[in-house]
C-alpha cells in the first residue's frame, strides 16, 4: 500500500513518520521545491512541489498509484486547492481511504455548552465557512464514488516545538484572561494515532472530533507549563487591552467544549495525552 500526504506540515508529517511502516511508499507535497528537496533528505519520503507557485507534474501520476491519502493543505477563497487540481484523479485512482483534516472553528461559537458530532456547525468566521465547504466537497466525492472520505475536526494543535513551553523560554508567552473562556486541545500524537485507527477501520461519510478530555482556559495551561518548568510567568493581561492579531482574537470569540466520545467507542482511540497536564509532562525535557 502507497500513502500520498497532501500538506506535510506539522500534523502531516507526525502522521506520515508514524505511518511509514504500514506503507511501501509515502509521497508527501509541501509548497517549495528547495523545501521538498531538503524535506525528502531529512525523511525519506518522496517529496513533490505543490501550491501556488509550483505543481510538480508528477503528481497525478503518483495518485494513480495511492491507496491512502491525506489531505491536510487548507483551502483558499477559491476553494480545496487539492480538489481543484486533482479530483479527476483522485476519482480515478484505486484510493480507497481520505482523511481530510479540519477544525472544530465550523462549530462557532456555543457559549461555552459541551458538544459533539451531531452538534449542526455554525461557523462565525470566513476562514471556517470555507472550511466547511471544503469538507462537505470531500463528503460529495466520497459519496459519488464509493471512497471512505473521513472528516477529522481538529481542536487546537501542539506537540514537540510547538506548546506553551517554548512559548514561555522564547519570551513570546501571553497569559490572556478571558472570564469563561475555555478551549480544547490535542497532541500531535494523538491525531496521528486516531487516523491510523481510521485506516483499520474505515466509514464512508465519518466526521469525528479529535480533541482531548478536558477543555481548560488559556491562563490555566500556560500557569501549569510555568510550574512544571519553573519558567518565568508572564503577567496577566485582560483580553480587551491584549495585543493580539485579529486571527487569534477571533479565536478568543469562539467558546465551547467538545467531546471526543466518537473516536474512542467507534475507533477504539485511547488518548496518551487525554488533557494538556499530560502533554505538557511528556514536553518538559525537549526542545
Partial sequence: ???????????????????????????????????????AAETGFTMRA?????????????????????????????????????????????????????????????????????????????RSRIRLDAEAAWLKLGAETGKAVQVFRLSGIYGPGRNPIVKLREGRSQRIVKAGQVFNRIHVDDIATTLLASIDRPRAGAVYNVTDDEPAAPQTVTEHAAALTGLPLPPAVDFETADLSPMARSFYGENKRVRNALIREELGVTLAYPTYREGLASLKDRP
Fill in 1 to 39: 500500500m502507497n500513502l500520498f500526504v497532501f500538506g506535510l506540515g506539522f500534523t502531516g508529517r507526525r502522521f506520515a513518520e508514524r505511518a511509514r511502516d504500514r506503507f511501501a511508499i509515502v509521497r508527501a507535497t509541501v509548497t517549495e521545491a528547495a523545501s521538498a528537496d531538503r524535506i
Fill in 50 to 126: 505543490f501550491g501556488p507557485e509550483a505543481d510538480d507534474p508528477r503528481i497525478a501520476d503518483d495518485l494513480a498509484e495511492t491507496d491512502a491519502l491525506l489531505v491536510s493543505a487548507p483551502p483558499g477563497e477559491e476553494g480545496d486547492p487539492v480538489l481543484a487540481r486533482y479530483e479527476a484523479a483522485i476519482r480515478a485512482s484505486r484510493i480507497g481511504w481520505i482523511g481530510y483534516l479540519s477544525t472544530i472553528g465550523v462549530y462557532g461559537d456555543q457559549g461555552g455548552a459541551w458538544i459533539d458530532e451531531t452538534t449542526p456547525a455554525a461557523p462565525r468566521s470566513a
